[in-house]
């Protein structure tokens, strides 16, 4: 299979790529400057299957805002958008800023959030009544700005705002062309093309220029990676049982599998017998990429299966770091407990897992949650660990981010007390430091 693009093909892209940097906008996959135009975009949609989390009410700006002000209200917005700035640009919006207002090269800090990935900023925007189909100057949408760079989770984020999916610029290229024929053969346009395929895309139309579809460029550029996405998303035969199927795909890691079910309509939040979702049941076996595209179509990261726990709580257990990435943009409760009464700090400082327990204290979970045994995290590395390495980092990294070495177990015995009792006296030297 050759890498070599058509001479049509070529020519276009290389036209396409160099208008776009002419307008000031992006090479696939590279930094936009602030103030440069963004193409070329575009993207459609039909009704999605599978529903989004629950969202604020989209507000207007207020109306008392003059002329003047409003226009340099808009630019300062548009300004933080390049710049990530959400603090700033959430004070900003509060002030009266539109999230819809362009400068002259058609950018708007809606269209700005999709194109530079910024998932925060996108959901400030929706939230205050961004026009979910409005264009840049290459009349694309924010989902083919989003698919060209390989933003996943802004691409489900897109769809489940009802973004049309299936758009087609002014080049000929819809959200799924471009995340193929600009895009490269790397997990994130993987993961792209299958958060398209689970929301719905068209896939077999062919573009304007090249009259080839998503597939044949893919065959076309040499990606064996999204040649073998697009190669099952388009010949996969439909399944009796989409619920079933999702959550066995989920379960053996198959991500794949999970976006041709959510496809073909199954329920995101479809449970097993124990009640667990496809969610969970990946972040069990922590399969990232199966979860990828799962928290980009909207699954909660909160769902009790009958053991009370959740994928959230799960990544405690697993120690996986990589999971709790995944996770995090969804938003998780970091104050649900688990059977034991525990949050994933306690489970994680338990087992020795020092990357985990150095990631999680940096999210604002409590590190002194005492669980229904009474113990904290800290006591737990003490009680259950085994006074080794990993458990002196633990104590260390637990100190470090705050946790209270005073707090008793409800004996009244100290993780200082108990780090004598066991004889571990490196633990113990680390809870007498000052």
């Given at each position: 299979?050759?890498?070599?693009?058509?001479?049509?093909?070529?020519?276009?892209?290389?036209?396409?790529?160099?208008?776009?940097?002419?307008?000031?906008?992006?090479?696939?996959?590279?930094?936009?400057?602030?103030?440069?135009?963004?193409?070329?975009?575009?993207?459609?949609?039909?009704?999605?299957?599978?529903?989004?989390?629950?969202?604020?009410p989209?507000?207007?700006?207020?109306?008392?805002?003059?002329?003047?002000?409003?226009?340099?209200?808009?630019?300062?917005?548009?300004d933080?958008?390049?710049?990530?700035?959400?603090?700033?640009?959430?004070a900003?919006?509060?002030?009266?800023?539109?999230?819809?207002?362009?400068?002259?090269?058609?950018?708007?800090?809606?269209?700005?959030?999709?194109?530079?990935?910024?998932?925060g900023?996108l959901?400030?925007?929706?939230?205050?009544?961004?026009?979910?189909?409005?264009?840049?100057?290459?009349?694309?949408?924010?989902?083919?700005?989003?698919?060209?760079?390989?933003?996943?989770?802004?691409?489900?984020?897109?769809l489940r705002?009802?973004?049309?999916?299936?758009?087609?610029?002014?080049?000929?290229?819809?959200?799924?062309?471009?995340?193929?024929?600009?895009?490269?053969?790397?997990?994130?346009?993987?993961?792209?093309?299958?958060?398209?395929?689970?929301?719905g895309a068209?896939?077999?139309r062919?573009?304007?220029?090249?009259?080839?579809?998503?597939?044949e460029?893919?065959?076309?550029?040499?990606?064996?990676?999204?040649?073998?996405?697009?190669?099952?998303?388009?010949?996969?035969?439909?399944?009796?049982?989409?619920?079933?199927?999702?959550?066995?795909?989920?379960?053996?890691?198959?991500?794949?599998?999970?976006?041709?079910?959510?496809?073909?309509?199954?329920?995101?939040?479809?449970?097993?017998?124990?009640?667990?979702?496809?969610?969970?049941?990946?972040?069990?076996?922590?399969?990232?990429?199966?979860?990828?595209?799962l928290?980009?179509?909207?699954?909660?990261?909160?769902?009790?299966?009958?053991?009370?726990?959740?994928?959230?709580?799960?990544?405690?257990?697993?120690?996986?770091?990589?999971?709790?990435?995944?996770?995090?943009?969804?938003?998780?409760?970091?104050?649900?407990?688990?059977?034991?009464?525990?949050?994933?700090?306690?489970?994680?400082?338990?087992?020795?897992h020092?990357?985990?327990?150095?990631?999680?204290?940096t999210?604002?979970?409590?590190?002194?949650?005492?669980?229904?045994?009474?113990?904290?995290?800290l006591?737990?590395?003490?009680?259950?660990?085994?006074?080794?390495?990993?458990?002196?980092?633990?104590?260390?990294?637990?100190?470090?981010?705050?946790?209270?070495?005073?707090?008793?177990d409800?004996?009244?015995?100290?993780?200082?007390?108990?780090?004598?009792?066991?004889?571990?006296?490196?633990?113990?030297?680390?809870?007498?430091?000052?």
């Amino acid at each position: 299979m050759s890498a070599r693009l058509p001479v049509a093909g070529l020519v276009v892209a290389v036209l396409t790529l160099a208008a776009a940097c002419t307008a000031g906008g992006p090479t696939p996959g590279g930094p936009t400057p602030a103030g440069s135009a963004v193409g070329p975009a575009t993207g459609s949609r039909a009704t999605p299957r599978v529903t989004s989390q629950t969202t604020p009410p989209r507000t207007a700006p207020p109306s008392s805002v003059g002329t003047a002000q409003r226009a340099r209200l808009d630019a300062a917005l548009r300004d933080a958008a390049w710049r990530d700035d959400l603090a700033a640009a959430r004070a900003l919006v509060e002030r009266g800023a539109d999230v819809d207002a362009k400068d002259d090269t058609q950018q708007s800090a809606y269209l700005i959030a999709a194109s530079e990935g910024r998932l925060g900023l996108l959901r400030l925007a929706l939230a205050h009544g961004a026009r979910v189909d409005d264009k840049d100057s290459w009349n694309g949408t924010a989902l083919i700005r989003a698919a060209e760079r390989g933003h996943a989770a802004v691409v489900g984020e897109l769809l489940r705002a009802g973004i049309d999916r299936d758009h087609v610029n002014r080049i000929g290229y819809q959200a799924v062309h471009e995340a193929v024929w600009l895009g490269r053969d790397t997990q994130r346009y993987v993961d792209t093309v299958r958060v398209l395929v689970a929301g719905g895309a068209e896939l077999v139309r062919r573009s304007r220029d090249e009259q080839l579809t998503p597939l044949e460029m893919a065959r076309e550029r040499g990606f064996d990676r999204l040649t073998g996405v697009l190669v099952r998303a388009t010949s996969d035969k439909p399944v009796a049982d989409l619920d079933a199927a999702l959550l066995a795909a989920a379960a053996r890691g198959d991500a794949d599998g999970v976006a041709l079910a959510l496809r073909a309509g199954a329920d995101l939040e479809a449970r097993d017998g124990h009640r667990r979702t496809a969610l969970l049941l990946a972040s069990t076996g922590d399969h990232v990429e199966t979860a990828r595209v799962l928290v980009a179509m909207g699954a909660d990261p909160d769902a009790l299966d009958d053991r009370h726990d959740t994928p959230w709580l799960v990544t405690g257990v697993t120690g996986s770091v990589a999971m709790l990435e995944v996770l995090l943009p969804a938003g998780p409760d970091l104050t649900i407990r688990n059977r034991y009464g525990g949050v994933s700090v306690i489970p994680a400082s338990e087992r020795g897992h020092v990357d985990y327990v150095r990631r999680v204290v940096t999210t604002g979970i409590d590190v002194d949650h005492v669980n229904d045994l009474g113990w904290t995290a800290l006591l737990e590395a003490v009680l259950l660990g085994d006074g080794g390495e990993r458990h002196q980092q633990i104590v260390r990294i637990l100190l470090d981010a705050g946790a209270d070495r005073a707090i008793a177990d409800k004996d009244g015995v100290t993780a200082l007390e108990h780090a004598r009792q066991k004889w571990y006296a490196a633990i113990a030297r680390i809870l007498e430091a000052d």
